[in-house]
């Protein structure tokens, strides 16, 4: 199947949705950070981006049944107190709509209109059925910084990833890697896409340039090889794999999903993510980034070496770090985890090598 019409509705609802969010990052206050229970930060662009892709997914495509396991809820925002912040993602979906020449003659929206767009984010996903998986702001922590975000959507048929768009407003056309202007506004803005067996596209997120086929970096020269990891804490279980692996250059720290879009168009050759404490990956951190790196001829797969597996409902079932790199790569990088995790303690050397992890904190 090609998915022509949930592509095409999905990249729409996407640029949307990044269109809002590049106007918040830009007058965005330190007050306007919301704190949710988990600690990490949401803002008005979260909630509005996710209420845009849900509208314009349902009315771009008119499902009989719409299923969408997204990352934000609404109950703060219901909450005595929230009606002045509600007001204002109200109007930022309503502004970002009415940017939409298709959009012109569409009904007013009420807040309750936003807030149950929001809900309609509550499906579990699953291995059945269509499910669309949306992370509204990816690297939120970074959006508020002024720095990397992705707004991020996949189609999942049958527990399969099928399709994924990706908007990266602040992502460099060229490297990100090789960005020695790291200030440099110019341009940014780069909206990857890929559907199954289609391979991998960028195109800049503003104008009408046509796509680009992206594909992994050939490199095999791990002394030449990048690596990339998240912003926040350093994990010292990288350092040890990329020692082992011989990369001589630090890592390169960006928040989101975008350190995917990396390495699918080749800036870098590794992304690793362990983390350091019991974390749990939810689907919409990865399905996006997943099917675009594989579509580009990368792999992602855990410590074991074993595909993700996006059919278990809100979060990926694997135990262990995710791993993305190249095919070529990939035998040595996993050889350099298990080696680096023996000698960490985090594996048992006595066990089958089949990754069973004794618990990393
Ligand atoms: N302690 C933690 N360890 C690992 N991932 C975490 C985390 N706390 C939050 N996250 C997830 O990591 C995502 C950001 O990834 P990255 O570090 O690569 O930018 C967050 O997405 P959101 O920003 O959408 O909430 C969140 O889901
Ligand atoms: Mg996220
Ligand atoms: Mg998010
Ligand atoms: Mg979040």
Known sequence: ??????????KKAVSLAARLSQGVQKTLLQSEVWTKSDRTPVTAADFGSQALVSIVLERELQPETFSLVAEEETGELRKKGSEVFLEGITKLVKD???SEESYADSPPLSTEDVLNAIDCGKSEGGCSGYHW?????DGTRGFVRGEQYAVGLALLVEGKVVLGVMACPNLPLASVVCETDKSSKENVGCLFFATSGSGAYVQPLEGNSLPQKVGVSSNENL????????????????????????????????DSQAKYAAVSRGDAEIYLRFTLSGHRETIWDH??????????GGVVCDAAGK??????????AHKTGIIVTTKKLKPCVLKAVREAMEEEKLISETHNRNCTLSVYV
């Open 307 to 316: 595909s993700l597996d996006f059919s278990k409902g809100k979060y990926l």
């Open 223 to 254: 002394e030449e090889a990048k690596f990339l990891e998240s912003y926040h804490k350093p994990i010292p279980l990288h350092s040890s794999i990329a020692k082992k692996l011989g990369i001589t250059a630090s890592p390169v720290r960006m």
């Open 1 to 10: 199947m090609s998915y022509e019409k949930e592509l095409a509705a999905a």
């Open 133 to 137: 998986v949306l992370d509204p702001i």
């Open 96 to 98: 970002t709509l009415a």
């Open 287 to 296: 399905a996006p980034g997943f099917i675009i790196t594989t579509e580009a």
